[in-house]
């Protein structure tokens, strides 16, 4: 079965502190995503990557950055984080371009 | 840009019954087509994927596609409560990312 683990269930962090998001699969799969879902707007793409090292935006890149340094981990970090980042973050992965996403448990993430 | 929706409100169903719901999305280029289950406070979930028009039963599942109108359907026959959740229909565009619709609520009526 495809795992893919993300560092916290829940995350309460202060406006301005800099926040660390880690996801990590198990399955070798090339393609890692980030997505926040908020009630009424669905599932939005942050940032994915297809590879080590590469990294592409998604549809709200603005205030978020990505580190993808191993081909398993893939690191969302907020780097000011603010009261409109409170959401629901979902890390996925996939083997491949048109392929199955699978995801993870999620961060629940509040903004104070 | 390419869409995908899901325009249907909440969907009521009696327990036994079938649940019909539907996706529509813009890109005529799209090739992969995949349905999600979402429980409340839980990640997505895969149940199906479809590649070739027709249809692809799994279980009490069906998905049907339609590339030629664009659409992609999931029918859960004989529901349970347990099929209560929200579904995700998600289409593959071709460019390393799928595109999702905002989902359907399901309520199934003992």
């Known amino acids: 079965d495809v795992k893919v683990t993300q560092s916290s269930r829940y995350l309460v962090k202060r406006t301005g502190e800099k926040v660390f998001l880690e996801c990590v699969q198990d399955?070798?799969?090339?393609?890692m995503f980030w997505y926040r879902q908020d009630p009424g707007l669905g599932l939005r793409l942050i940032y994915f990557?297809?590879?080590?090292?590469?990294?592409e935006k998604g549809d709200i890149p603005e205030g978020y950055s990505v580190s993808r340094e191993k081909k398993e981990r893939f690191s969302l970090i907020l780097e000011s984080a603010s009261t409109n980042q409170t959401s629901m973050y979902l890390c996925?992965?996939?083997?491949?371009?048109?392929?199955?996403?699978?995801f993870g448990p999620g961060t629940r993430l509040l903004v104070l | 840009q390419k869409e995908v929706e899901q325009n249907s409100g909440p969907l009521s169903v009696p327990e036994g019954a079938i649940a019909s719901l539907n996706c529509t999305y813009s890109d005529r280029g799209s090739q992969s087509f995949f349905w999600y289950r979402q429980y409340s406070g839980k990640s997505p979930e895969l149940i199906m994927f479809?590649?070739?028009?027709g249809d692809k039963e799994d279980g009490r599942f069906t998905a049907q596609l339609n590339k030629a109108s664009q659409y992609v359907s999931l029918l859960i026959r004989d529901s349970q409560p347990s099929d209560s959740a929200t579904y995700l229909c998600a289409v593959g565009p071709g460019n390393n990312r799928l595109a999702f619709g905002k989902g359907n609520q399901v309520v199934v009526i003992p």
């Open positions: 399955m070798d799969h090339e393609n």
């Open positions: 479809i590649y070739s028009n």
């Open positions: 996925a992965s996939s083997p491949g371009t048109m392929e199955t996403q699978y």
């Open positions: 990557s297809y590879d080590v090292k590469m990294k």
